[in-house]
């Protein structure tokens, strides 16, 4: 898995929105909310428009999209304080309190970088314990005098790391920030927070899919050294419901049974969770608890529009068993979620998933979770949270 070193980077500078926290989820909501008294309709498809503006030009964006009777200052400071109420809400994005915690643990310096104003930067991460402290420096959009796309944040932030911009890597979710961070001389890894926009981040140095497929060695950082046997535990997660579908395409074209999941009621989980390949157990209501891997994601070999959840069961079953209920607890994660050149290569690729998954549930990190206790004490809600 070992690339050669790209370049030796001494700090890193990290974005806070759509980096480390999901705030996409929550724009989306006061969003939706607040256009309502327009009789406007949010339409989640515009949300690249205001990812990685600074507030006042993501208010510009919006008050011209819908039509607004306002001016973009009276918008911001209207939706100000709507966000406030929700900020006690904002999850971390996956991988993010692993990253800063490894890189404190190893000493590397860290800043802040954010378009986003100094208050609302401290409210943010006074949910999130042990982040403030993490950071040798913060730098918002309201203590420079342009925000990203200008590199001023970033150099500002080296400069209070009393760093040199060439030693500094960025890791950052939107187009402004990886064309400020270049303009500042940085390397640049991007997390695209919008799907199936990889394409446009070519100025970025390494594009990854979630903070879960950074490898610090690449860049002369101490690597992670949580991997097992090629897998990544995670803090366990469950998701169930009945099988709709998935003999079809999965066993004909691809020789794979995969049992799809109606994905109804799960859209909070399925946007908290990184597209990619994950493993764990599989409870059917009428058969048992089975060893399984899975693709969560938009598939792009077949180019799916819609984000789906494809259990493979790693057992040979003599029948189908639509409309049975399934429960899945998954527990670590393999890869992220790749496109291939050809059929062969992808059914190739996941049978090593699966022996990869069949492996490691073996271990007894992973192999106590099938616990019968386990699943049957799982409520699971319709949302798909415990």
Not at 143 to 152: I, L, M, T
Not at 369 to 379: C, G, H, R, W
Request: a negative charge; glycine letters at 6%; charged letters at 25%.
């Amino acid at each position: 898995m070992m690339n050669s070193v790209r370049k030796l980077v001494s700090c890193v500078i990290l974005d806070l929105d759509g980096t480390l926290v999901n705030t996409d989820g929550i724009v989306c909501e006061v969003l939706k909310d607040y256009l309502v008294k327009y009789e406007k309709k949010w339409d989640g498809r515009e949300a690249y428009k205001i990812i990685g503006k600074t507030p006042i030009e993501a208010a510009a964006a919006i008050v011209e999209d819908y039509g607004l009777p306002l001016s973009k200052e009276d918008l911001l400071s209207e939706i100000t304080l709507m966000f406030s109420d929700q900020w006690c809400k904002l999850k971390a994005l996956p991988g993010a309190y692993r990253l800063i915690k490894h890189l404190r643990g190893h000493g590397v310096q860290m800043a802040l970088a954010s378009n986003s104003p100094r208050a609302s930067i401290e409210t943010k991460i006074s949910y999130h314990p042990t982040w403030k402290e993490s950071f040798s420096a913060i730098v918002a959009g309201d203590e420079v005098k342009a925000g990203k796309p200008s590199p001023e944040i970033f150099l500002e932030a080296a400069k209070r790391l009393s760093i040199d911009p060439s030693q500094c890597l960025v890791i950052e979710d939107s187009l402004p920030g990886i064309t400020a961070a270049k303009a500042a001389e940085m390397e640049a890894v991007a997390v695209p927070s919008l799907p199936k926009q990889s394409h446009l981040y070519a100025a970025a140095d390494e594009v990854i899919n979630s903070l879960l497929d950074l490898r610090p060695e690449k860049w002369g950082l101490p690597p992670f050294e949580d991997w097992i046997d090629s897998t990544l535990p995670l803090e366990p997660w469950h998701i169930g419901g009945p099988v709709i579908k998935g003999y079809g395409r999965g066993s004909k074209v691809l020789g794979i049974p995969t049992a799809n999941l109606s994905v109804e009621g799960y859209a909070t989980v399925l946007a908290e969770h990184p597209a990619g390949v994950y493993f764990g157990w599989a409870k059917l209501s009428n058969r048992g608890v089975y060893k399984m891997v899975m693709s969560l994601g938009w598939n792009p070999y077949f180019n799916n529009t819609e984000k789906t959840i494809e259990p493979w069961l790693l057992h040979d079953f003599k029948e189908d068993f639509y409309s049975e209920e399934l429960h899945l607890v998954i527990v670590g994660y393999i890869r992220p979620e790749a496109n291939f050149p050809s059929l062969e290569s992808l059914v190739a690729k996941i049978h090593e998933d699966g022996k990869i998954a069949e492996n490691a549930l073996d271990l007894p990190l992973y192999a106590k979770y099938k616990d019968e206790k386990y699943f049957t004490s799982i409520a699971i809600g319709q949302d798909g949270h415990l």
